[in-house]
């Protein structure tokens, strides 16, 4: 009926003058997180609009100048609509296309239009966050009044909501395989004494790169996980990669190209990236990140080490690249691209519940493995590890495997009972506990 109705609006309007539409809403996608509910229109131009928000009851007004609805307009049945109750819509005087949000509770509405990118065309988007503030994304913060705090690290699934990630041979879905290799690694550290883990992203919505790591700063994390599977345009590259922030440029034109492609996210996802935010994030970023790279790229090597228990991976050292998610300042942080999702067997393999158990095991093990050897003062891990072995390898020297358990060479000396400085490769040191 609304159809009908519509050409015969269309046609009597191209009899009395060439009418154009200035816009016209071909789809409507709705994305509920614990802190607010995303809206999205999808539009074939840029519109004109107006929002405003009514009360009693609560309600959300968007008018789109001179529009009209060619797609549908419904809540999804199979997901939550978060704040969202009712959807309604109808074209108003001067030919403006109204929609109308009822409200489940009070909301504030945040509006913005996107251009195209990443295979989508122009959108409305409309966020509504809760008055009540909504579902706290933080847990409890375990790091206070403990004297034996536990050691905190955010997982968090790559991408999400409007933004898939990248595409395998056979559709699969990046932001999946993310959250399940998540969800998976969230569990195993949550099983290990002293370790306490929580998901940055918790189901399919879309979080901006800045908002994921500012989540793990809110939380005291002391490690910035982010799980991702590589992509290439040819079928043949395969392996596992971990990464951590480069402040100098990529360490190949390669990983380069893949820091452009995850950092387009944002785009896709749903944020205009403002040059502002960049200068001052580059300002924090240069005050501390020297420390938290240290500690970063340690666990990096930790999780790579692991990861070479496994299976391939993709190089054999850990690389770095400019990607958005990395930047937090004081937060150690890396990304893992678990594997090709570009890569027909690989892709089939990410798929598997098993193999994503076994990545989330061995990333587990690398975690394990460096706070272990690091662990962050005042933490249980602190007082209760094991005192640990290093293997020497070659370019190994005293002093520098002194200062990487943070020991002194004495003690290192005392305790493995050398006489002299002089160590070879292959033997096995003693490292106490600091
Ligand atoms: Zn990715």
Same mark, same amino acid.
């Given at each position: 009926m609304r159809r009908i109705a519509l050409l015969i609006l269309s046609l009597s309007f191209a009899l009395v003058q060439a009418q154009s539409w200035?816009?016209?809403?071909k789809d409507f996608r709705i994305w509920a997180s614990p802190e607010k509910t995303r809206a999205v229109l999808d539009l074939d131009d840029a519109v004109d609009y107006q929002i405003f928000t009514l009360s009693n009851p609560s309600r959300v007004v968007i008018d789109l100048k001179k529009s009209l609805l060619s797609g549908e307009i419904q809540l999804p049945d199979d997901r939550s609509s978060g704040s969202l109750k009712r959807v309604r819509h109808g074209i108003r005087a001067q030919d403006n296309l109204r929609v109308v949000f009822d409200l489940a509770e009070a909301a504030k509405p945040k509006s913005f239009l996107l251009d195209p990118a990443g295979g989508h065309g122009h959108r409305l988007v409309i966020d509504l966050f809760p *008055? =009540?503030?909504?579902?706290?994304?933080?847990?409890?913060?375990?790091?206070?009044?403990?004297?034996?705090?536990d050691v905190i690290v955010a997982v968090d699934a790559g991408h999400g909501g409007d933004d898939p990630g990248s595409i395998g041979?056979?559709?699969?879905?990046e932001k999946n395989i993310t959250l399940a290799v998540a969800r998976q690694l969230n569990k195993e550290l949550n099983s290990m004494p002293g370790i306490k883990s929580f998901l940055?992203? *918790? =189901?399919d919505y879309y979080i901006a790169h800045q908002e994921r790591y500012e989540i793990a700063r809110r939380n005291r994390a002391d490690l910035f996980i982010s799980i991702h599977a590589d992509s290439f345009h040819s079928p043949k590259p395969s392996g596992s990669s971990v990464y951590i922030l480069s402040s100098r440029g990529a360490t190949s034109e390669a990983a380069r190209r893949l820091a452009e492609g995850e950092n387009r996210s944002d785009l896709i996802g749903g944020v205009k990236l403002n040059d502002k935010d960049d200068v001052l994030a580059s300002v924090l970023m240069d005050l501390s990140q020297s420390a938290t790279l240290e500690s970063s790229n340690d666990v990096a090597n930790t999780i790579l080490a692991s990861l070479k228990g496994i299976g391939k991976v993709h190089k054999p050292n850990v690389e770095r690249a400019n990607f958005?998610?990395?930047?937090?300042?004081?937060v150690p942080s890396v990304l893992v691209?678990?594997?090709?999702?570009?890569?027909p067997a690989e892709e089939k393999k990410l798929k598997d519940p098993n193999h994503q158990r076994k990545l989330a095991l061995a990333i587990s093990e690398g975690i394990h493995d460096h706070f272990h050897t690091m662990p962050p003062p005042g933490t249980w891990i602190a007082n209760h590890r094991q005192p640990s072995r290093h293997i020497v390898t070659s370019g190994d020297t005293l002093g520098a495997i002194a200062s990487r358990y943070q020991i002194s060479v004495n003690k290192l000396r005392q305790v493995n009972k050398l006489r002299t400085d002089t160590i070879r490769v292959g033997a096995i040191l003693v490292i106490p506990n600091s």
């Open positions: 200035a816009a016209e809403v *008055e =009540s503030g909504g579902a706290k994304i933080d847990p409890a913060p375990s790091w206070n009044p403990n004297p034996e705090r041979p056979s559709k699969t879905q940055v992203r *918790e =189901s958005a998610v990395l930047h937090s300042p004081d691209e678990t594997a090709f999702i570009s890569n």
